[in-house]
Nanobody
Framework: VQLQASGGGMVQAGGSLRLSCAASRLVFSLYAMGWFRQAPGQERKFVVGISRNGGSTIYEDSVKGRFTISRDNAQNTAYLQMNSLKPEDTAVYYC????????????????????WGPGTQVTVSS
């Protein structure tokens, strides 16, 4: 399994970025996906999760209303649209995948995820 995140960069506060996570060597539609982030000196934390079928999502409180996760199972890709970015969103963002045994289940714990991408840096300047 390979996951490759892209789309990170530097943006001013209030700006937007769209991250992509391209998956390969797996049946993408059988995997729930998630995004985590890790700021310098901090542990990796959950941001958002989406179920196998895309019908269920969950967001960490600080990103609700600003971030949107989606997936395109035909393209083997998950997305994270980030709007109204704040300096505190600055972190390395990681996408992760785990075999979802139920189509509508999402996962929020790092321990739930089997596969991880290498991360993409997001920097928000004030």
């Amino acid at each position: 399994v390979q996951l490759q995140a892209s789309g990170g960069g530097m943006v001013q506060a209030g700006g937007s970025l769209r991250l992509s996570c391209a998956a390969s060597r797996l049946v993408f539609s059988l995997y729930a996906m998630g995004w985590f982030r890790q700021a310098p000196g901090q542990e990796r934390k959950f941001v958002v999760g989406i179920s196998r079928n895309g019908g269920s999502t969950i967001y960490e409180d600080s990103v609700k209303g600003r971030f949107t996760i989606s997936r395109d199972n035909a393209q083997n890709t998950a997305y994270l649209q980030m709007n109204s970015l704040k300096p505190e969103d600055t972190a390395v963002y990681y996408c992760a995948a785990t075999r979802g045994y139920w189509a509508t289940t999402y996962y929020t714990s790092r321990r739930d995820y089997e596969y991880w991408g290498p991360g993409t840096q997001v920097t928000v300047s004030s």
